[in-house]
């Protein structure tokens, strides 16, 4: 999958464009995973960020609500449209998973704002993303690993950028995101000991 890696960034770009976009996705999170994946990990948290207010900030809550009605054994979806994750609530989630599930990995998931030749690509990398930095927010940092949706182009007016962004754009990225995800989840599931590094080398294979 060298085509997707930036080297310098360890960033996985897909773009939703792409006809093997799910396929391209799904591998790339696995290399991501796989690669920093901690052993003594006991649950997977997706924390789905983002407010069902703004065409271009639902993107978190739309996944959430799709991966949601799926039970996953010591997978736990946090952030839908029902209960979104977003700047006022964020912290108090972060300290509920830290709390409340044993040795999460958390995968944090939002839309951000790019340059306009990057709309509709999915990036996905090691470590934290910074939440509300496209619309000058402070939040914390949180994430184990991260995926951006990039939405629409950054720079001006962002609030009202997000106000407008496609629908149709946020739907693609989530259709993406949504079966790559799930794909994954339903392996791990179904035959990955979450304690065990060594499966998750032979997720492909289950």
Not at 24 to 51: A, K, Q, R
Not at 117 to 138: F, H, M, R, S
Request: proline share 4%.
């Amino acid at each position: 999958m060298q085509q997707f890696l930036n080297k310098k960034a360890h960033i996985y770009s897909i773009n939703s464009e792409d006809h093997n976009a799910i396929l391209n996705f799904y591998h790339c999170f696995d290399l991501c995973f796989s690669n920093i994946f901690p052993e003594n990990t006991e649950n997977v948290v997706l924390l789905c960020i983002g407010s069902d207010r703004s065409t271009g900030d639902c993107l978190g809550p739309l996944v959430g609500h799709r991966l949601h009605k799926y039970k996953y054994n010591n997978i736990h979806i946090i952030g839908t449209l029902e209960n979104p994750t977003h700047a006022k609530n964020l912290e108090e989630n972060m300290y509920r998973i830290k709390n409340e599930i044993p040795n999460p990995f958390i995968i944090a998931l939002d839309a951000c704002l790019g340059k306009l030749d990057t709309i509709g690509y999915i990036n996905l990398a090691p470590g934290p993303l910074k939440p509300g930095a496209g619309v000058n927010k402070l939040l914390p940092l949180v994430g184990d690993m991260h995926i951006k949706g990039i939405v629409n182009t950054g720079g001006f007016m962002e609030h009202t950028i997000l106000q407008n962004t496609r629908l149709n754009v946020v739907m693609k990225l989530t259709d993406i995101i949504v079966a790559g995800l799930h794909r994954h989840f339903i392996l791990m599931s179904n035959c990955l000991n979450i304690n065990s590094t060594s499966a998750i080398s032979h997720l492909d294979k289950c």
